[in-house]
């Protein structure tokens, strides 16, 4: 077991979510699902056998999703970061993890159940923490007007080319 779990809260769309993630990624598997017990049903207002939780992995990360009813929202504060290899991959997980959710900017996005994601080109940490702050701060600028990154607009402004 891995000691640090992301624990994700949904309403009742853990199933629908995870479903999703695990759909989008090469290396992802779902590793564990659990039903309510007739005691923790009764407290929590739903049936015995009702989906409690479903554990998933995404590329090697271990998280959890729980059916925990409507108390509790996603905000912007917490993220999950995905590095893209290549453009076709940021267009690919945006055009998915957008659909029905909102898309932010600088490469955040939150999706239909109200996760927010950053989908990032690997190559941006590089590049904004160049030491020669004019390339990062073009580079910068560049990022701030975009909603999906563009990693062929992000090198052009790291280039110095118009």
Known sequence: ???IVTFLWFNDQAKEAV??????FESAKITNTSYLTESVAKVAGKQPGDLSTIDFEL?????????GGPMFA???????LVTCRTQEEIDRLWEALSGGGEEISCGWLKDRFG?????????????????????????GAAMLGMGKLNISA?????????
């Open 59 to 67: 590329n090697g990360q271990n998280f959890t999703a729980l059916n």
């Open 115 to 139: 996760v927010t994601w950053q989908i990032v080109p690997e190559i941006l940490d590089i590049m904004m923490r160049d030491p020669d702050t004019d390339k990062a701060d073009r580079v």
């Open 19 to 24: 479903d999703l993630y695990v759909s989008l």
């Open 154 to 162: 992000l090198e052009k402004a790291y280039n110095g080319a118009e």
């Open 1 to 3: 077991m891995q000691k």
């Open 74 to 80: 996603f905000s912007e504060a917490i993220s999950i």
